[in-house]
């Protein structure tokens, strides 16, 4: 049968350059291959981010009057309701957690030197959307926390010079967030980023395919090759059927709770926080003016992204000090405003 | 160099190309910026009756589209002013005990006027116009006689 369904394909599109360059691909295996695992479990979780989305989509209502009762009706309801917005509130966190540390393991690996530097463009650019995911996602529910978040971040850009009014606009689709801000926010969240993350995942990965994994230039003369199929491939189903393992854990022992629906003119509530993922940008904001923080995170986003062309010395095979104590500075800064603004709650 | 016919061609065609996306993209993006608040949004609104407002106590609307706070001082005097935070847009709280705002997400400090107390907000609350109708109590933009 399974011979019979080949054979039917192959006489009529010719499989065999697919199967040839399946049975000669090889990985290269050394001592930090570990890393390049959160690339797939990454791709792994974002599928099961569509494929929940998706289910939500059947039953929520993006409208201010009824966003919030149809969350709670998905949650109290709808057989396993609760368990699919779990899957996807926890699904968003893990997703934030892989790239971050996707990230940060390709950077001090240097896998993004010269001929990957539009890989990590890339992977930059779907870093944002994924962070662009979370935030237009999490006003759906119409929830105090989320509308207060939302009203911080679309005013965010106010500070910027010239385009800040307009792009705050755009985004708030009015003068202040409601109605407007919900439907703009729903169509972002499921058309417009699914489309432009299809795009840019697809490319990224196209292109970890065309130049294969990177070794670290301290692993030159130590790796060897593993067949990609079944070896490798067998061994990313493992981590993705892992990574599945404690997001079902995480969803059911924790599930996702749903915060009172939103009176858009009481005040915001004391000890309001953004998400742990923002929290470095919320306790930057809270430490400087805005105009200084913008101005910090948008420039140290460029720097990072421009990293590749920025650092000679790895693109040349030699060891570039300065940028893995860069990366390490970048990392601490985050990790240590994350961990104030978790600390610190001005209730007055 | 002189140029070649191709090269002409080529030229008018990206040209063509160019205002043609012009085109495309100015009605896409004109679509997108929201059109601007109606003119004849109402510049003066009732808010409460006085029997409603104890003294030292806040009442919470919406206002030129906009969250709005109305507050009777422990003197029996009214004070209306914008309650959205002028540093990322929050609305503020009041605070009975001391008598000035406070913003829970970045912790800006205003006082009874507006005032900036403490950043990071940099601009003060704008302030708006109570006048009483009998017992009821108007909140407007301009200073006019209810």
Known sequence: MKKRIINFFDERIDLAPIRNWVRHKTISQHKHSFWYYFGGLALFLITVQIITGIMLAFYYSPNPATANESV????????????????????ANFLVAVVFVHMFSTYFM??????????????????????????????LPWTTLSYFATKVGVNTPLVIPGIGGFLARIMQGGADVGAATLTRMFTLHTVVLPLTALILISLHVLLSQILGTSVPLSQKGYTEQTRFFPDFVMRDAAVWAGGFAILLAFATIFPANLGSKVNPVMPAPPG?????????????????????????????ALIWLLVPFLDKKSSRGEKSRFFTLFGLAVLVYMVAMTITAYITTEVH | MATNRRQFLNRVLTAGVTVLAGYVVYPVIR????????????????????????????KFFRFLDRPAVLVRLPNGDYKALSAKCTHLGCTVEFKPAKDFFYCNCHGSEFDINGKVLKGPAALPLPVYVVSLSGNKIFVSIQNRIA
Request: net charge positive.
């Open chain 1, 72 to 91: 709670r009706y998905i949650m109290e309801r709808v057989h396993y309701g609760w368990l699919i917005r779990s899957i996807h509130f926890w699904g």
């Open chain 1, 110 to 139: 240097k896998a993004y030197r010269k001929p990957r530097e539009m890989m990590w463009i890339l992977g930059i650019l779907i870093l944002g959307l994924v962070l662009a995911f979370s935030f237009t996602g999490y006003l």
């Open chain 1, 272 to 300: 309001i926080k953004p998400e742990w993922y923002f929290l470095f940008v919320f306790q930057t904001l809270r430490t400087v003016p805005e105009i200084v923080a913008m101005g910090v995170i948008t420039l140290g």
């Open chain 2, 31 to 58: 679509f997108l910026i929201p059109p601007s608040v109606s003119s004849d949004e109402p510049t003066k609104v009732f808010v409460t009756t006085t029997d409603e407002m104890k003294p030292n106590s806040a």
